[in-house]
Structure formats: structure tokens, C-alpha cells
């Protein structure tokens, strides 16, 4: 079945730092790619997506490509902000099988520090 | 606009007992998922409606789990005979087609404590 593996947290980084979280995933069909975020207090909002091989999803800083090579799509920030403390999740949807669901990561809880 | 809404913020009860999760998605998205949350862990998908129906429902995790959605709006997810292990955070998740890259908006969850 379909899966998602992502770097344990937590990730503790000082203002200004750069930011890569890793995630890998394994389907059956040809996914679509999505980074979701989780902040204190608040439900789960979508930060970037991505639907075909060498798609680059984009939002608020953040960034990630779908390698299709590597089954792997590493969320990156140049320069993270207090503001990003949050917990990350890597997600897919396998369009290909006809399962609509979303699979998750277990996610992981990124702190940055002044 | 309203997003999704879910009833009640938590829920506590005791084992053995009845509940019922209320699910309320944004107005004219076709597709509605439930998802659970268990502490540290990422959600896992429990059944998706296209509709009235339900279209997906290989998560849930045994028959003590059952969900309508009768008018193609609002879902209830039902839990019979509560076990400790039940404890989570029930997500209820709205989309506009149900198509696999369609953003998937998610309500605040449901607290759900099985004493």
C-alpha cells in the first residue's frame, strides 16, 4: 500500500536558519504531493502541493519538488521565522488507484528559536 | 466564507458508551472525508463520501465505526460500544470534486476521550 516517511522531529532551529524536512513516499499509482501544516491551537491548512514530476509547490517561503526518481519531496526554507514553529505533515493521494483519501507522514514538529 | 465545522471541540466518555461526531463541510463541496488522529501521529483516513454515498470506506477500522451522510451536506460519524483505544482527534475534511489533487479543507477535530 501507499506510504509516507518523514524525518523524526523535533526539528529545533534559531531564527534565520535554513530549513529542510525530509519526506519519501511509496504508491502504487503516480501521486499527487502535498505539504500540510499544523500550527498550535489551529486545524490542519494546506501549504504547498504538487501533481506531476518536477512540479515545484511554493507558498509563504516554503518549497518543495516532486522528485519521481527518488519518490521524494523535501520541504525547504531559506530563512525560517518564530512564526513557522508549527507541526509539518507530508501527504499523498494516489489519483491513479482511484483512492482519494490522503496518506499522511506522522509528521514532524518544527521549533525555531529568536 | 465558513469553513469546515465540527461538533462538539471534544468529547468525553465512558467506555462501552455511544457517541456520535458531527460534521459540518463547506457549502457546495461534493466530497467529504473523516479522518483520526491519534498523539503524535499523522492522520489516518477513515471513509470518504462522494455525495449521500460512501464512496471509500476500507478505513474504518472495524464495525463499531459506521458514518451517514444523508442530504449530501452535514456527516455523522457514529461510534458504538467506545473502547480506550478510540481515544483521538476525529478530522472531518471537505473538497470541491473529490478529485485526488483537489485541496482537502479540514475542520478544527473533534477531541474524543474514552474513559
Redesign the interface.
Known amino acids: 500500500g501507499d506510504s509516507v516517511t518523514q524525518m523524526e522531529g523535533p526539528v529545533t532551529l534559531s531564527e534565520e536558519a535554513f530549513l529542510t524536512i525530509n519526506c519519501t513516499y511509496t504508491a502504487t499509482g503516480y501521486p499527487s504531493l502535498f505539504w500540510y501544516v499544523q500550527y498550535p491551537g489551529e486545524g490542519l491548512q494546506l501549504l504547498l502541493k504538487a501533481t506531476k514530476a518536477d512540479d515545484k509547490g511554493s507558498n509563504k517561503g516554503f518549497e518543495a519538488t516532486y522528485r519521481k526518481e527518488t519518490t521524494s519531496f523535501h520541504l525547504e526554507k531559506g530563512s525560517v521565522q518564530v512564526s513557522d514553529s508549527a507541526v509539518y505533515f507530508c501527504a499523498l493521494s494516489d489519483r491513479d488507484t482511484g483512492r482519494r483519501a490522503l496518506t499522511f507522514g506522522s509528521g514532524t514538529r518544527l521549533q525555531v528559536q529568536p | 466564507g465558513a469553513g469546515?465545522s465540527q461538533t462538539p471541540s471534544n468529547k468525553v466518555t465512558e467506555k462501552g458508551k455511544y457517541v456520535e461526531l458531527r460534521c459540518d463541510p463547506i457549502s457546495g463541496h461534493t466530497?467529504l472525508?473523516w479522518?483520526r488522529q491519534s498523539l503524535?501521529?499523522?492522520?489516518?483516513?477513515l471513509i470518504?463520501f462522494?455525495g449521500t454515498g460512501a464512496?471509500?470506506d476500507s478505513?474504518l477500522p472495524n464495525d463499531r465505526f459506521f458514518a451517514v451522510r444523508p442530504e449530501g451536506s452535514v456527516s455523522t460519524l457514529k461510534i458504538q460500544r467506545t473502547e480506550r483505544g478510540d481515544s483521538a482527534v476525529y478530522?472531518c475534511?471537505s473538497s470541491l470534486l473529490?478529485?485526488?489533487?483537489n485541496?482537502?479543507?479540514?475542520?478544527?477535530?473533534t477531541r474524543l476521550t474514552v474513559l
Do not use: H, R, S
Open positions: 469546515v466530497a472525508y479522518y503524535g501521529q499523522g492522520p489516518e483516513f470518504y462522494q464512496a471509500d478505513g478530522l475534511a473529490g478529485a485526488g489533487d485541496e482537502q479543507f479540514f475542520g478544527p477535530g
